[in-house]
């Protein structure tokens, strides 16, 4: 019988009810509709992986067997960490902070404490860990916890001073309570404070070493339940420790001092020391530092112990960062680390505290990194860390994904990127090398790349569920910098990380690289194998500005050839005369800014290591003393040799191989003369004509008659103005400037700029020309008003890239406020039909604003070769696509059968290698696919908004689908993906929910309440890239992976690497024959006979409540996957029998040579005396 699937029912429901509608145009036939391969059944949404550093660690814990490194966080949060590319993340459902962690060593199992007063178990034997029990305490709060190696019985100290017993097996209370009244002396009359401390002597497991925040150190006999032994200091303690030999142990205090006690000796302490005090000469006691807040105590068979502690510092030591301090033998060694020291534990060859430990390193866990010193070279080494935790060195800005790419860029990235690595490192092998990898299928290169407060921008190899660091690029180093606070420019737009990248645009086929910086500039890097050493750093400057133009100034008639910009001129350049003097600004002595760049270029010669190098340098600059708008939008084409900017000034073009400045208008100066999407009905206060010289057209003999026409009554305007007489006036008032560009651009658009001759004229003036500017037809309200707010990026790390995520604006707004603040939000470089009547394909560039608009620019590029560069590349606008509510997000092409068309790229090549291998590899861009015949369509453009989604056929531009995405939210984020054979649309939406679309009928697959917009991090750094993969940053620290992938959701249980290996746990110590004998060894204990029900009985059902996991099935069928790891288990098993066998047979032994030995002197002893009298004895 065949298996009902819903999902293909409600596919068919959504084709039918959905909002997404066919609206084709009246030539399309039925069977012309595409067939479309992605159903509901492909898309499922999962987390994947989470990578980079803990966000606010808490605690940690190390499995000495199975070499695992666990970290819990402030948000409940585990972490676990083994060998290279072995991760996993769990969490906590309460959110509650990690204050500790236990390992049950060699068990596959962890304990985790809360700061909720609950305690949860851990099953590791499986890839996606599991809560089997937990228990939460009701009347007390949990302080510290301690479980003994090889034991089943935790003990729990509390805040009011007591200690209860839980079985870890089934995590259920013993009726065994250690009360703090019992345990310190009667005649103290305080409270001794909650327990800070619990230790089991290493030669007794019946003697327990309790430590009181108070001071007070009590050795507890478990057997007869009382204490042996009461140590009594006047500092308060934060951490006891003790020598393997169960003689001493030493505690950390409060004052600065480590006091080290003989167990038999609690009177005095043996030892006093203060590691970081002043000695006193009069012998008096030395001045107190600060608190020793952890103190280890481990032993070397070969050599002194060492002794490790955090804190203690002199509290003259203002401003010191935080440190480590070695103390080993003679010798202290004062560790300096970057970020306060959360918690730190030293690794030792064995589990067992009854032996020599042997301490071989120190993972030391810092807020906001995680460090591991070798103890066993000269000088301490760090390791070199393995995991990917420098992702928030400098904090991240913004984040791109790209899955699929060409097989040879991570080797590439791989070989420029090890030459940048540190040097110093330990030799030794990374000691954290538990777990085993994944052994997933899906194998495809995955890069990840993201930029940073300080100008910095990191590639990553984000393969196969692991991310490694490939290559580190650092921008500032372009600029000059400030030495001190005094030589700051003053021509900054952000107080602070004046490099940080805004946005960058990547070729991988080419490794074409652009980025923006918060400081309005743009930089574009080739890649290149070889060094080289620039002399001069190119450098272009771009005068982008937004003004108000009520009228005109038409170029002469005739054929003109544009006129590019030489490097480094200014965008607008003066044909007749030098720029008036700016009437807005400041009004200080110095006058106000003007063609001034926020940052400075580097003079000297730039020594560029292989890599990215610097291609050309744009910067925005002043204008009348206004700073240039920052970068919001940003492409580059290697097969065009173009890249475009925008903002919320409008947008520039600029060819890097000529090293020219092509094109830079307002976003208005785009529209066609014909398009009525960007203009509002006329003011109906009064009619005002346009003149005759308003009228010039060359786009075919009606376009100039419908150009004349006024937007509201539809009919021909006369060529006459009753107005000139004003217009003439208000000319006189203008001073003009020119832009020029190609021939369709300068009969399309005027270039006129507004001055505003007096601040207290500006109110009336501006009402007066935004009255004759709506008066005025369609395609003469041209320019933009100059916007008056603009953002701050102060704080950096929360607002970056606001203005990238506005909210969406309705198409009636009839602010002329709104209107002037349209910015550029996207771009996409195409092979495409700039024009309705146009069947050849020709290169074009699609510009989509923040009002919804997609603008059409046509590209006409020369040939390639050393025409390309000597020939100008000429460009002209072609008006409006298609509009949409809410700002524009994302543009593609598909072919006529729905295939998606990647840009035009070239393919990559050495720009310092030799002209032969240059031609070899170079090719302007790939063969055009055939033309459109005439009356039908060869092309689809996609189009995604805040609020929709379109299909817009070409060349004939009609809309063929539309789908309203959300009405209540706005999308964040939005991409056209390919996965499974086919592309679809894939959304990030405010209220958190994630949807895809097929295309071309955008009909609905995936819609997934995922992750509500908590912050603008998300909003920052969420992207979608191909194969079902997307990511975003979680925390400051860390990078969340997500797929909505069945197939990734089907084998991420393949993918996933794995925590926990079989491994023999280590033989114990042998103890010799004399102490076997004699009793001198390690005294085991049975914990069942003290702690159990029928010998402690129950506890207080009140006391703590039993939470059965979720993950108890789980852990069932973790603990018993697979027959390997069964047989595995059994011969451990088996061993550890063997081992215990072997240790009776050795005290058999033992016990039998005593009794023939015994016999032996009993034998003598009776022919020694068997003669002799008793006077003779």
């Known amino acids: 019988m065949k298996k009902f699937n819903i999902r293909k029912v409600l596919d068919g429901l959504t084709a039918v009810s959905s909002s997404s509608s066919a609206t084709a145009q009246p030539g399309t036939r039925e069977n012309d509709v595409i067939q479309e391969t992605l159903q509901s059944e492909h898309f499922q949404l999962c987390k994947t992986v989470r990578h980079g550093f803990p966000h606010q660690p808490s605690s940690m814990a190390f499995d000495p067997v199975q070499k695992i490194l666990a970290v819990g966080t402030q948000s409940g949060a585990l972490r676990l960490f083994g060998r290279a590319g072995v991760e996993c993340y769990c969490q906590h459902e309460s959110g509650a902070a ?236 004062v560790l300096e ?35 591991v010193i070798d103890l066993g070279q000269i000088g301490y080494p760090i390791f070199e860390n393995p995991y990917p935790l420098t992702i928030h060195e400098s904090p991240v800005t913004c984040c791109e994904y790209f899955a699929d790419c060409p097989a040879e860029l991570i080797p590439a990235l791989y070989s420029v990127g090890s030459r940048q690595k540190r040097q110093g490192y330990s030799k030794k092998e990374w000691p954290i090398s538990g777990g085993n990898w994944g052994q997933g299928t899906q194998s495809y290169p995955e890069i990840i790349i993201t930029g940073h407060a300080d100008g910095s921008i990191k590639f990553w190899d984000a393969s196969a569920l692991m991310l490694q660091v490939l290559y580190k690029l650092k921008t500032a180093k372009v600029f000059e910098r400030a030495r001190g606070k005094e030589e700051k420019p003053s021509t900054d737009i952000v107080e602070e990380d004046p490099f940080a990248i805004q946005t960058l645009s990547w070729c991988p086929e080419s490794r074409m690289l652009c980025v923006a910086g918060v400081s ?22 771009v005068r982008m500005q937004c003004e108000l ?227 005025l037809p369609s395609s003469k309200r041209f320019c933009c008003m100059r916007r008056d707010v603009r953002r701050s990026v102060s704080a950096l790390n929360s607002n970056a890239k606001d203005n990238s995520f506005s909210r969406s604006r309705s198409s009636s707004v009839t602010s002329i406020d709104r209107e002037s603040r349209e910015a550029i939000s996207s771009f996409h470089f195409c092979e495409s039909f700039p024009r309705k009547t146009e069947n050849l394909l020709s290169p074009s560039l699609l510009v989509g604003t923040t009002q919804g608009s997609v603008l059409v620019v046509a590209l006409s590029l020369p040939p390639s070769g050393d025409q390309r560069l000597q020939q100008p590349v000429s460009i002209s606008s072609c008006g409006t696509l298609v509009r949409l509510k809410g700002g524009v997000l994302t543009m593609a092409l598909l072919d006529a059968t729905g295939a998606l068309l990647p840009p035009p790229y070239e393919p990559w090549y050495d720009p310092n290698a030799s002209d032969e291998e240059k031609e070899k590899s170079r090719r302007r861009r790939p063969a055009s696919p055939p033309s459109s015949q005439e009356g039908q369509d060869s092309q689809y453009a996609v189009v995604c908004s805040e609020k929709q989604a379109k299909v817009v056929a070409l060349p004939s531009q009609a809309d063929i689908y539309k789908h309203n995405i959300t009405e209540s939210s706005f999308v964040l984020r939005a991409d056209v993906v390919q996965m499974a054979g086919a592309s679809c649309i894939a959304c990030f939406c405010a209220n958190g929910h994630i949807m895809t679309l097929s295309l071309p009928s955008l009909r609905p697959l995936l819609d997934v309440n995922y992750l509500p917009l908590t912050d603008m991090r998300i909003a920052r750094t969420f992207c979608f890239s191909n194969l079902g993969q997307a990511l975003y940053l979680t925390s400051p620290t860390e990078i969340q992976r997500i797929t909505y992938s069945q197939e990734t959701c089907d084998n991420l249980q393949e993918m996933l690497s794995e925590l926990f290996t079989p491994v023999e746990t280590p033989e114990a110590p042998n103890r010799g024959f004399f102490k076997g004998l004699f009793g001198g060894g390690a005294q085991s204990l049975d914990r069942e006979d003290l702690f159990g029900e029928m010998a402690a009985g129950k506890a207080s059902r009140s006391l703590a409540q039993h939470i059965p996991g979720p993950g108890g099935m ?52 009776m022919l020694k005396y068997k003669d002799k009298k008793w006077y003779q004895l």
């Open 98 to 333: 990690v204050i500790q962690l236990q390992f049950l060593i060699n068990e596959g199992a962890l304990v985790s404490a809360l700061a909720d007063d609950s305690i949860h178990l851990w099953n590791l034997r499986q890839k996606l860990p599991a809560i089997l029990h937990s228990l939460k305490f009701n009347r007390e709060r949990i302080t510290y916890c301690h479980l003994p190696f090889q034991s089943k019985w935790l003990y729990i100290g509390t805040e009011r001073g007591n200690i209860h017993i839980v079985n870890v097996e089934s995590f259920t209370l013993s009726g065994y309570v250690i009360m703090w009244n019992k345990a310190i002396e009667l005649s103290t009359k305080t409270h001794p404070g909650p327990v800070v401390h619990i230790s089991d002597n290493p030669m007794d497991e019946g003697k327990l070493l309790i430590g009181f925040e108070c001071g007070i150190v009590v050795l507890w006999d478990l057997k007869s339940k009382k204490a042996d032994y009461r140590y009594n200091y006047d500092e308060a303690i934060h951490s006891v420790a003790w020598h393997h030999e169960g003689k001493q142990f030493v505690c950390s205090h409060s004052d600065g001092t480590l006091t080290t006690w003989n167990v038999r000796a609690p009177a005095k302490p043996a030892q006093t020391i203060t590691p970081h005090g002043k000695q006193p000469k009069d012998g008096k006691k030395p001045e107190p530092c600060k608190p020793i807040l952890k103190v280890e105590y481990k032993t070397t068979r070969a050599g002194d112990p060492f002794m490790v502690l955090s804190g203690g510092l002199s509290y003259d030591t203002v401003g010191r960062r935080a440190c480590l301090t070695v103390m080993h033998g003679k010798s202290t060694a």
């Open 337 to 371: 680390m970057d970020y306060p020291i959360v918690d730190f534990l030293t690794l030792c060859e064995t589990p067992y505290p009854n032996d020599f430990q042997e301490p071989y390193a120190v993972v030391v866990l810092l807020e906001k990194d995680l460090v």
């Open 549 to 775: 133009s009520d009228v005109d100034s038409p170029d002469p008639g005739g054929d003109q050839t544009p006129t590019l910009p030489t490097p480094g001129a200014s965008s607008s350049p003066q044909e007749n005369e030098a720029p008036t003097h700016p009437s807005t600004g400041s009004n200080s002595t110095d006058g106000p800014r003007d063609n001034i760049p926020c940052l400075q270029v580097r003079s000297s010669p730039l020594k560029q290591s292989p890599g990215y190098q610097v291609e050309l340098v744009i910067q925005l600059v002043w204008v009348s003393g206004e700073p240039p708008q920052q970068i919001t939008s940003l492409a580059v084409n290697s097969s065009y040799g173009l890249v475009v900017f925008g903002n919320s000034s409008g947008l520039a073009v600029v060819d890097y191989l000529q090293k020219t400045l092509l094109l830079n208008m307002g976003t208005t100066e785009l529209y066609s003369p014909s398009d009525p999407y960007p203009r509002q009905p006329r003011s109906p206060r009064k009619a005002r004509q346009p003149s005759a010289a308003l009228c010039d057209s060359n786009d075919g003999s009606n376009a100039s008659e419908d150009r004349c026409k006024s937007p509201t009554s539809g009919t021909p305007s006369p060529c006459n103005s009753d107005d000139e007489p004003k217009q003439q006036n208000f000319i006189e008032r203008v001073k003009s400037k020119s832009r020029r560009f190609s021939k369709t651009v300068a009969n399309d658009f005027a270039r006129m700029s507004w001055k505003i001759s007096s601040p207290t004229e500006q109110k009336t003036d501006m009402e007066e020309r935004v009255r004759r500017r709506r008066s």
């Open 1114 to 1165: 789980e852990g069932m069928k973790g603990a018993a996957s697979g027959v390997v790891g069964e047989l595995a288990r059994a011969r451990i098993a088996l061993d550890e029998r063997g081992q215990k066998l072997g240790e009776l047979e050795e005290r058999t032994a033992a016990m039998m040579a005593s009794a023939d030995s015994f016999s032996k002197h009993a034998h003598d002893m």
């Open 520 to 541: 309005a500039h743009v930089i574009i890097y080739r890649f290149s194998k070889q060094e080289v050493t620039t002399e001069v750093v190119q450098l272009l400057e």
